[in-house]
């Protein structure tokens, strides 16, 4: 990691450079030239130079003095370039402590500025605090001390938040914050923190949701999706994720699977089924047992299927959600036997002995008495999802004659 | 000092009063209590217990709990407080060794216990305290989790861990009690795998799974074969409501020529006949008698209701494994409160427990 050899003169004319391109883009109002200033983690040439000149060199601060053009950002460029020379030197923890007082400093100026010019490079920003906290953390937890910079950025991001929830062009900046946020949050795993943005988000009157970025809206609403699916409201969760999909930009593969990842368990609990098209194009072979069955009314497989996958199903929180589509499954399993009686004797189909579900499940290699099975057909009657009656003397399961497996289709079993 | 203070003030508890006299105390009687707002600047040395005198403390308290000279309102009252202040001076001084785990997971049982005791009592006031009572369980859990991560090494192995892990799934069978605690999905991510496949979360994992599907019977059954005591002083309440729907859906779904046999739901919902019939009565429903005598439940009646919460009371298991071990398990629980060894999951060997309770009190009326 060792700089190249830069002479005092070369190292002083980078930083000058560097301090006139800040002033330049600020004066100017240039978005864009700001925001590459700010992409730290992105390694670009011209700052890994920078970064170069800066360790030669030393003293920076006084260059930064020499004229009122820089010095009146020196509460921005002094920690920036702190950030920057650390990151070369991978002190990641001291960077990151540094750029969070750059990034302080800048959402001030920002808010004193009238229009939103520089949005983009507070988005930037953003970002960026929330990438140099995650990997000074790591090299926290990799030298054995307690991570804390991810939990100090996600406050820091609040601030921001803070700055930009106002009347004005300013505030269709929230949502992309409010993204990173999500993001520190789901990092943390401390998810209980999403509530007071999105309710800041969807009740705030400044806010209208339709003006915001499409793309923070489809990850906004992507995020807020999964956390329908923990909470288990399945008919928010469904209308949210659908939307993050049906918005979502065709080409980004990778963020259709994210959506498709939660989603498809969410419709598979009102009983729609993916194709396997859909799951092969995707990449998202973990559900395919479960989609086959699904429609075999396989409970043997169904069970087969999480185990095999549980701990992946665990980590993305959606085991118990797959749990609950054993009700579905027998719903589909007693559809099968309804239709091989049905076969033999049309008039008689609709009686269904308890001790034959007992044997198709033992079949199965599920073993159940009697009482069981009663209890679960009396449960299945219950909840809809089978239309008819028992008969406990009898031991007997009596299907309706008309519609017995009525569709599920946009109701939610709960 | 705080004991001068509280002398003069007459603000002694009743186990605290030296002879029954509300103004007088002693060294040996007297517990710390707990103080809501204490000021970091005029805490001295002397005002913070020890770890060692702490661990005193909390036999003593301990002890208590079986005490049948003042109702269990009074006893617990003065246990969750002085426990409080337990794991007061244990947070200001920032101790976390495996010392304190063991002190915790005893405070922890305690919770538990006492909420199961809380609903056997009656009270204007026994809401309010199972309610304070369910608070304190829930932090004093979350941070016996902290304390097992902090003491986490390779060579170390919590022996109750997993049990303790399963307690927090069965504590949130109900996904609208959550709180602000962490829905279960979210709180699956981060227990360690080891503890994921552990025998107890299996029980508590099938449980669950049992309660959101609504297999009241398997629900009822599995409780019953394969809950430890503590397990089932959780899911306890969950039981009755598991009940409620399982008459919901044989009203609902039951052949109308066919009443139901009471004597089946007894033995499904694991209730006396008696209490069936009167659980059904709760529930606004009839019961019909046959020409034999029998008891049967008609079915199709549109007079059912849900009675909310606590309206509905609560009949024990009927179970030959909880009958016999009941005392039993109270007693071995006391027993490891206060010496703090391991808590047992399985059957107790009733046989020994009887002969060496029999002779420890031969023993003590010998040495009387």
Same mark, same amino acid.
């Given at each position: 990691m060792a700089s190249s050899y830069l002479s005092m003169g070369e190292a002083h004319r980078r930083v000058t450079d560097f301090l006139n391109r800040f002033s330049d883009a600020v004066s100017s109002q240039d978005a864009k030239s700001l925001c590459l200033i700010f992409?730290? @983690? @992105?390694?670009p040439s011209f700052l890994l130079s920078l970064s170069d000149a800066l360790i030669t060199f030393q003293d920076a601060s006084r260059v930064i003095r020499q004229a009122d053009r820089y010095s009146q950002y020196a509460d921005i460029l002094l920690p920036l370039f702190r950030a920057l020379q650390s990151y070369r030197l991978t002190n990641l923890v001291e960077s990151y402590q540094a750029f969070e007082k750059a990034a302080n400093a800048f959402t001030q100026e920002f808010r004193n500025? /009238? @229009?939103?010019?520089a949005l983009e490079a507070l988005y930037v920003i953003a970002y960026e605090t929330r990438i140099l906290a995650e990997r000074a953390d790591r090299e926290l937890s990799s030298n054995g001390k307690t991570p804390e910079k991810l939990k100090g950025a996600g406050s820091f991001l609040m601030k921001v938040f803070g700055v930009l929830a106002g009347k004005g062009s300013k505030r269709v900046g929230a949502l992309y914050v409010t993204c990173q946020l999500f993001k520190i949050y789901f990092k943390l795993g401390t998810v209980h923190l999403c509530k007071s943005v999105t309710r800041s988000i969807e009740?705030?009157?400044?806010?209208?949701? /339709? /003006?915001?970025p499409l793309r923070d809206k489809v990850t906004y609403m992507y995020y807020t999706g999964r956390l329908e699916v923990y909470n288990e409201n399945f008919s928010a969760a469904d209308h949210k994720l659908s939307y993050a999909l049906n918005h979502c930009?065709?080409?980004k593969e990778r963020n259709i699977r994210m959506i498709l990842k939660y989603l498809i368990p969410v419709k598979l609990s009102i009983g729609i089924l993916p194709k396997t098209s859909l799951l092969e194009k995707y990449n998202l072979t973990e559900y395919n047992n479960i989609v086959l069955a699904f429609r075999r009314g396989d409970l043997r497989l169904l069970r087969h299927a999480l185990q095999e996958h549980e701990d992946q199903f665990l980590r993305s929180g959606v085991y118990l959600v797959l749990e609950k589509l054993e009700l579905q499954v027998y719903q589909r399993l007693l559809k099968k036997i309804y239709i091989i009686q049905k076969q033999k004797d049309q008039n008689k189909a609709h009686q269904i002995k308890l001790d034959l579900i007992v044997r198709a499940l033992k079949w199965l290699e599920i073993d159940m008495d009697v009482d069981e099975v009663e209890c679960i057909m009396s449960i299945l009657i219950y909840k809809n999802l089978v239309k008819g009656y028992f008969a406990h003397k009898s031991k007997v399961v009596v299907l309706s004659k008309q519609d017995p497996f009525p569709r599920l289709t946009g109701k939610v079993i709960n | 000092e705080e004991r001068e203070k509280r002398e003069r003030l007459r603000d002694l508890a009743v186990f605290e009063r030296l002879y029954g006299n509300p103004r007088q105390s002693s060294p040996n009687l007297a517990v710390k209590k707990f103080c809501r707002t204490i000021s970091v600047k005029t805490l001295q040395d002397s005002d913070v217990r020890p770890l060692s005198v702490l661990e005193d403390t909390l036999n003593y308290l301990c002890n208590l709990l079986d005490s049948t000279e003042h109702s269990f309102e009074v006893v617990h009252d003065f246990i969750f407080d002085r426990m409080r202040s337990i794991r007061q001076d244990l947070s200001m001084q920032n101790i976390s060794c495996s010392r304190v785990v063991s002190m915790y997971e005893r405070m922890v049982k305690f919770h538990i216990i006492s909420q199961h005791k809380l609903r056997r009592c009656s009270g204007s006031n026994i809401s309010s305290l199972s309610y304070l009572n369910m608070e304190q369980l829930m932090k004093a859990l979350a941070t016996l989790y902290n304390l097992y991560e902090a003491n986490r090494t390779s060579e170390s192995i919590f022996e109750n861990e997993a049990e303790f892990f399963s307690f927090y799934v069965l504590l949130h069978l109900d996904s609208k009690t959550q709180g602000t605690g962490e829905t279960l999905s979210l709180w699956f991510r981060h227990v360690p795998s080891h503890i994921m496949k552990s025998i107890e979360m299996y029980f508590a994992r099938k449980i669950l799974r049992y309660f959101k599907l609504g297999f009241y019977k398997n629900f009822i059954h599995t409780t019953e074969s394969e809950a430890s005591y503590l397990q089932y002083c959780i899911i306890e309440p969950s039981i009755n409501e598991v009940r409620a729907l399982a008459i919901s859906c044989v009203n609902y779904g039951g052949y109308k020529p066919q009443p139901f046999p009471l004597l089946a739901l007894s033995k499904l919902l694991m209730m006396k006949e008696c209490d069936v019939e009167s659980f059904c009565n709760d529930s606004g429903l009839q019961t019909s008698v046959d020409e034999e005598g029998n008891n049967f439940l008609p079915t199709k009646q549109t007079t059912l209701i849900h009675p909310k919460g606590g309206l509905h009371k609560y009949y024990p298991l009927e179970s030959e494994r909880f009958e016999r071990n009941c005392e039993f398990y109270m007693m071995t629980y006391v027993e490891c409160l206060t010496y703090g060894e391991g808590v047992l999951l399985v059957d107790f060997k009733s046989d020994l427990l009887r002969t060496r309770y029999g002779s420890i009190m031969w023993n003590y009326d010998l040495r009387k």
């Amino acid at each position: 990691m060792a700089s190249s050899y830069l002479s005092m003169g070369e190292a002083h004319r980078r930083v000058t450079d560097f301090l006139n391109r800040f002033s330049d883009a600020v004066s100017s109002q240039d978005a864009k030239s700001l925001c590459l200033i700010f992409s730290i @983690s @992105s390694n670009p040439s011209f700052l890994l130079s920078l970064s170069d000149a800066l360790i030669t060199f030393q003293d920076a601060s006084r260059v930064i003095r020499q004229a009122d053009r820089y010095s009146q950002y020196a509460d921005i460029l002094l920690p920036l370039f702190r950030a920057l020379q650390s990151y070369r030197l991978t002190n990641l923890v001291e960077s990151y402590q540094a750029f969070e007082k750059a990034a302080n400093a800048f959402t001030q100026e920002f808010r004193n500025w /009238e @229009s939103a010019w520089a949005l983009e490079a507070l988005y930037v920003i953003a970002y960026e605090t929330r990438i140099l906290a995650e990997r000074a953390d790591r090299e926290l937890s990799s030298n054995g001390k307690t991570p804390e910079k991810l939990k100090g950025a996600g406050s820091f991001l609040m601030k921001v938040f803070g700055v930009l929830a106002g009347k004005g062009s300013k505030r269709v900046g929230a949502l992309y914050v409010t993204c990173q946020l999500f993001k520190i949050y789901f990092k943390l795993g401390t998810v209980h923190l999403c509530k007071s943005v999105t309710r800041s988000i969807e009740t705030a009157r400044i806010f209208d949701f /339709e /003006e915001f970025p499409l793309r923070d809206k489809v990850t906004y609403m992507y995020y807020t999706g999964r956390l329908e699916v923990y909470n288990e409201n399945f008919s928010a969760a469904d209308h949210k994720l659908s939307y993050a999909l049906n918005h979502c930009n065709p080409w980004k593969e990778r963020n259709i699977r994210m959506i498709l990842k939660y989603l498809i368990p969410v419709k598979l609990s009102i009983g729609i089924l993916p194709k396997t098209s859909l799951l092969e194009k995707y990449n998202l072979t973990e559900y395919n047992n479960i989609v086959l069955a699904f429609r075999r009314g396989d409970l043997r497989l169904l069970r087969h299927a999480l185990q095999e996958h549980e701990d992946q199903f665990l980590r993305s929180g959606v085991y118990l959600v797959l749990e609950k589509l054993e009700l579905q499954v027998y719903q589909r399993l007693l559809k099968k036997i309804y239709i091989i009686q049905k076969q033999k004797d049309q008039n008689k189909a609709h009686q269904i002995k308890l001790d034959l579900i007992v044997r198709a499940l033992k079949w199965l290699e599920i073993d159940m008495d009697v009482d069981e099975v009663e209890c679960i057909m009396s449960i299945l009657i219950y909840k809809n999802l089978v239309k008819g009656y028992f008969a406990h003397k009898s031991k007997v399961v009596v299907l309706s004659k008309q519609d017995p497996f009525p569709r599920l289709t946009g109701k939610v079993i709960n | 000092e705080e004991r001068e203070k509280r002398e003069r003030l007459r603000d002694l508890a009743v186990f605290e009063r030296l002879y029954g006299n509300p103004r007088q105390s002693s060294p040996n009687l007297a517990v710390k209590k707990f103080c809501r707002t204490i000021s970091v600047k005029t805490l001295q040395d002397s005002d913070v217990r020890p770890l060692s005198v702490l661990e005193d403390t909390l036999n003593y308290l301990c002890n208590l709990l079986d005490s049948t000279e003042h109702s269990f309102e009074v006893v617990h009252d003065f246990i969750f407080d002085r426990m409080r202040s337990i794991r007061q001076d244990l947070s200001m001084q920032n101790i976390s060794c495996s010392r304190v785990v063991s002190m915790y997971e005893r405070m922890v049982k305690f919770h538990i216990i006492s909420q199961h005791k809380l609903r056997r009592c009656s009270g204007s006031n026994i809401s309010s305290l199972s309610y304070l009572n369910m608070e304190q369980l829930m932090k004093a859990l979350a941070t016996l989790y902290n304390l097992y991560e902090a003491n986490r090494t390779s060579e170390s192995i919590f022996e109750n861990e997993a049990e303790f892990f399963s307690f927090y799934v069965l504590l949130h069978l109900d996904s609208k009690t959550q709180g602000t605690g962490e829905t279960l999905s979210l709180w699956f991510r981060h227990v360690p795998s080891h503890i994921m496949k552990s025998i107890e979360m299996y029980f508590a994992r099938k449980i669950l799974r049992y309660f959101k599907l609504g297999f009241y019977k398997n629900f009822i059954h599995t409780t019953e074969s394969e809950a430890s005591y503590l397990q089932y002083c959780i899911i306890e309440p969950s039981i009755n409501e598991v009940r409620a729907l399982a008459i919901s859906c044989v009203n609902y779904g039951g052949y109308k020529p066919q009443p139901f046999p009471l004597l089946a739901l007894s033995k499904l919902l694991m209730m006396k006949e008696c209490d069936v019939e009167s659980f059904c009565n709760d529930s606004g429903l009839q019961t019909s008698v046959d020409e034999e005598g029998n008891n049967f439940l008609p079915t199709k009646q549109t007079t059912l209701i849900h009675p909310k919460g606590g309206l509905h009371k609560y009949y024990p298991l009927e179970s030959e494994r909880f009958e016999r071990n009941c005392e039993f398990y109270m007693m071995t629980y006391v027993e490891c409160l206060t010496y703090g060894e391991g808590v047992l999951l399985v059957d107790f060997k009733s046989d020994l427990l009887r002969t060496r309770y029999g002779s420890i009190m031969w023993n003590y009326d010998l040495r009387k």
